[in-house]
């Protein structure tokens, strides 16, 4: 068997995977897939991979195309998510802000710096017409970081994927003034370039299993209701957001790629932009 590690959030995204594990359809591959969740997100995904602590990571688009760009040692081998990604915008449900305008200027938590919370963050401010240079950010790591910094008053709102954080919402601990789509599709498979070099036919069958669970797997007897059991969501949420979300068996495009990097450097995230051949391999 080989041995291959691999991470993601631990969100309603990635169910594919645990279905397959659970299956045991890698192994019947002869590849032993060792999933980790890791609810710090892309920041601390992308320091794995960086580290050699994980070999493969299910992470926003937008967050690893900038640690890339950075000096990490991995390549998008494929789309995973084609549809973009809801951030819900969300404050104390006991703070005086009532309107997005009331967050301008005011601190974002994150959990981490270059992580989706942290990137997206920008890309509010751009659409609202804020300057981006006035950002301020607080560190929380998870999103339960993020609850008790809201509540302490270290942080003014978090942004977070919209039916993650909705039973929050539900609960009265958030109350959301929005939400911010990505503009493009907001997650793809990262891998290693160590990994890719050492098992470029495992890391490919792997690609071919996890392809073959999502093609249909909208279509699995009461997957709605899997769903809504597994990751603590109102039946009506996870049904709507099985309307809004496609997954994806294809590499990622290369315009996507373009207009991510064009996005990320008007914002002055990235400070140079890469040919679409350094930030992806095709298997």
Known sequence: M???????????????????LE????????????WEDVPEG???????????????AIILTEGIVKDIIGGNP?????????????????????SAFRELSDLENKTAAIS????????????????AGWDPKKLKFHVVNTIHGAVE???????DYFMWEHFTTKPLVDEGTFRRLGDCPTPWPCFVIAASNHI?????????????????????FRDIPSIDRMLSNRYEQNLDDIREWLGLTSWSQEQIDADVIKNVQEQLL??????????????????
């Open 112 to 127: 981490r710096y270059g992580s989706g919370s942290h990137l997206m963050a920008y890309i509010n401010a751009d659409n």
């Open 74 to 94: 991995s390549s998008i081998i494929q789309e995973f998510i084609a549809s973009p990604l809801y951030w819900g915008i969300h404050v104390d449900a006991h």
């Open 149 to 155: 910094a809201l509540a302490d008053g270290k942080a």
């Open 196 to 216: 890719l070099q050492k098992e470029p036919s495992a890391v490919k069958h792997i690609l071919e299993v996890i392809n073959s669970i999502t093609l249909d």
């Open 42 to 56: 892309t920041g601390r995904m992308c320091e794995m991979l960086r580290n050699g602590e994980t070999d493969l």
């Open 266 to 283: 008007k914002l002055n995230i990235i400070e140079k932009t890469l040919p679409y051949t350094e930030l992806t391999t095709n298997l």
């Open 23 to 34: 299956e045991g359809v890698f192994a019947d591959r002869g590849i032993e897939l060792l």
């Open 2 to 20: 080989k041995e291959i590690k691999i991470v993601g959030v631990p969100e309603h995204f990635n169910l594919p995977w645990h279905l397959a």
